[in-house]
Structure formats: structure tokens, C-alpha cells
């Protein structure tokens, strides 16, 4: 199937106009972001944490420490959802009520699952580093076992999904177009920067060519 299937979790009801279902715009939203906002439901009270993740395929990989309440409520909760946002830009129309946001928007909902085996948790360890720091997991030294004990990561498992993608100039009212004001698209840009040198590094040592290539990259 090339689209979500549509429901009562994932349906767009304001703006629907913006709504996509398509897999491979999900998957291009997911892949461009670098934190996700997870939200679960704790003792009734709604929860949402900003959190690091990967994605393989359908399956959507989290990660914090065992101990940290996310990673525990997420174990026992049922259900999760998570968004991942891209800013564009900010429309200025000629009416604060017709002004708005040039965006990327994914929200997903699935079951959470802790992942147990070490290997699988391995995998999805690397998952995640290869989406934040591509080609990084080969550079540096193996995770300890004491740190992999220590690492607690949830696999998300995409159940239904939607988008919605927000673009162009202003839509105001016809009359409003006579007013003489200045109106249009401040675009916002989040952009990689240069890369900064650790105080102690050791001498001669010289970024690799994985994170030289990420300077100035645009999300």
C-alpha cells in the first residue's frame, strides 16, 4: 500500500485541504527531523517528551535511559503518538486571522514495545545514531555492555499515520487585497552549522569525511 489507511486516529479534520496519507511523504518528514515529541497518557494526565529517534521502514525506534520515565511509561502504556514538525516559513497576510505557517507536519500513532534482546537493541542503537550522525556508529568505539544495560529503547511500530504540508503565499480576503500593506513569506531555514573542536582532542586529529559532510546541511 502506498497510503496510510484512513481512520478515527489519523484523519485530518482542520485544513484538510493540507492532509497527506501518502507513505512517502510520512517518511520524508520523519527522515528530514531530528527530535520527535512523543506523547502517552500517565495516571490520566497526557505526557509529552522531546525526544531523539530512527526510523527503518515502518518501525519507528526511541531511546533514553532504562531508568528515565519515559522509557518506563512507554513500556506499559498501550497506545503512543508522536509528531515530528518543519517550520518553512511564516506568512504574513494582511490580516492577523489569515496569517499562518509554512510547515512539514508527521504525526504517528502505533503500539510502543521495550526491545529486550541485546542484538535488536543494538540495531535500533544504531538506527537512530545513522538518522542523527550518518556514518558515526562506524567511527567510534563499541557500546559497553554496561551502557547498553543502561539504555532503554522503544520500537514503535507505525500503525496509521498522516501529514499535513503547509506552503505558499498568503490567502487573504478578497477586499483585503486593496489594503496597502506589505504581505508575503519570511522563509526559516534550520541549517547544520560549522562543527566546533572538543578542548581535548587529541593532536593531528582531524574531523571524518561523514561529519565534514554534514556542515551547513539544510533540514
Not at 100 to 121: F, Q, V
Not at 123 to 130: V, Y
Request: proline share 4%; no cysteine; glycine share 4%.
Amino acid at each position: 500500500m502506498k497510503n496510510y489507511s484512513i481512520n478515527h486516529q489519523n484523519k485530518v479534520k482542520q485544513l484538510r485541504e493540507n492532509a497527506n496519507y501518502e507513505k512517502k511523504v510520512v517518511h520524508q518528514i520523519l527522515d528530514a527531523g531530528l527530535v520527535a515529541h512523543v506523547a502517552f497518557n500517565q495516571d490520566d494526565h497526557p505526557i509529552v517528551v522531546p525526544m531523539i529517534y530512527g526510523r527503518e521502514n515502518e518501525t519507528i525506534f526511541l531511546h533514553g535511559a532504562r531508568k528515565a520515565r519515559i522509557i518506563r511509561m512507554l513500556e506499559k502504556t498501550h497506545t503512543a503518538s508522536l509528531n515530528v514538525t518543519l517550520l518553512d516559513g511564516i506568512v504574513f497576510a494582511r490580516s492577523t486571522f489569515n496569517s499562518s505557517m509554512n510547515y512539514r507536519s508527521a504525526t504517528i500513532y502505533g503500539i510502543p514495545k521495550l526491545i529486550d534482546d541485546r542484538d535488536e537493541k543494538l540495531h535500533a542503537m544504531q538506527i537512530i545514531s545513522e538518522h542523527t550522525m550518518p556514518g558515526r556508529w562506524n567511527e567510534v568505539r563499541a557500546s559497553k555492555d554496561r551502557e547498553i544495560k543502561m539504555t532503554g529503547v522503544i520500537k514503535l511500530a507505525i500503525e496509521s499515520a498522516s501529514a499535513k504540508v503547509s506552503s505558499g503565499m498568503p490567502e487573504d480576503e478578497d477586499e483585503d487585497y486593496e489594503i496597502p500593506i506589505w504581505a508575503g513569506v519570511l522563509p526559516i531555514k534550520s541549517q547544520l552549522g560549522i562543527i566546533e573542536d572538543d578542548d581535548r582532542l587529541l593532536p593531528n586529529i582531524e574531523p571524518s569525511a561523514t561529519v565534514l559532510a554534514m556542515q551547513n546541511r539544510i533540514i
